[in-house]
T-cell receptor, first 115, second 116 residues
Framework: SAVISQKPSRDICQRGTSLTIQCQVD?????MFWYRQQPGQSLTLIAT?????????ESGFVIDKFPISRPNLTFSTLTVSNLSPEDSSIYLC????????????FGPGTRLTVL | GENVEQHPSTLSVQEGDSAVIKCTYS??????FPWYKQELGKRPQLIID?????GEKKDQRIAVTLNKTAKHFSLHITETQPEDSAVYFC???????????????FGQGTTLQVKP
């Protein structure tokens, strides 16, 4: 059974629209993160999803573009707003400490294509 | 800001040979260094990690070495097999004081091809 699941697994969107990605974890976790992986590139941290408070964004990422919710310790959403072709990427959620103290475990990812 | 440099970007070896991938990091507070393997269309998966109080760690054909003074760590794969072909990413934790933020900064990735 899946430990971390993401919905949708992939989507094709028109520019100017928004896409909300869901991340569900089987167990309660303290730390949850969202990463972006542009085509052929490495992983870049977007933000830390904080339970019950506003997300903490990394340099170059802003809340208006990437609003994040974390209503509880097992669930988070990432919205990519006002889509442009440059937003075409794989978006991955990850959790920290699910299996052992230091391991960061990734969800399966959501492949977004913006036309 | 924090940075992780990874080399080489591509690596091609014959089956049975060894492969070495090297990374350097900039954040002196980094204390955790994982390596991830990503196969095409799949999520990154942790293959080995090392903490700053250890200089070397081995797991079967995979080993990682860490030189904290030089801020340098390496992945060594021995007796490579075609199924080792994938993209490998190094990462370093982003420290904050004496704590750990849980955040990772990733290297640029190395595409390893193992030829049968």
């Amino acid at each position: 059974s899946a430990v971390i699941s993401q919905k949708p697994s992939r989507d094709i969107c028109q520019r100017g629209t928004s896409l909300t990605i869901q991340c569900q974890v089987d167990s309660q976790v303290t730390m949850m993160f969202w990463y972006r992986q542009q085509p052929g590139q490495s992983l870049t941290l977007i933000a830390t999803a904080n339970q019950g408070s506003e997300a903490t964004y990394e340099s170059g990422f802003v809340i208006d573009k990437f609003p994040i919710s974390r209503p509880n310790l097992t669930f988070s959403t990432l919205t990519v707003s006002n889509l442009s072709p440059e937003d075409s990427s794989i978006y991955l959620c990850s959790v920290w400490g699910l299996f052992n103290e230091n391991e960061q475990f990734f969800g399966p990812g959501t492949r977004l294509t913006v036309l | 800001g924090e940075n992780v440099e990874q080399h080489p970007s591509t690596l091609s070896v014959q089956e049975g040979d060894s492969a070495v991938i090297k990374c350097t990091y900039s954040d002196s507070a980094s204390n955790y260094f994982p390596w991830y393997k990503q196969e095409l269309g799949k999520r990154p998966q942790l293959i080995i990690d090392i903490r700053s109080n250890v200089g070397e760690k081995k797991d079967q054909r995979i080993a990682v070495t860490l030189n904290k003074t030089a801020k340098h760590f390496s992945l060594h794969i021995t007796e490579t097999q075609p199924e080792d072909s994938a993209v490998y990413f190094c990462a370093a934790s982003i420290g904050r004081g004496s704590g750990n933020t849980g955040k990772l900064i990733f290297g640029q990735g190395t595409t390893l091809q193992v030829k049968p």
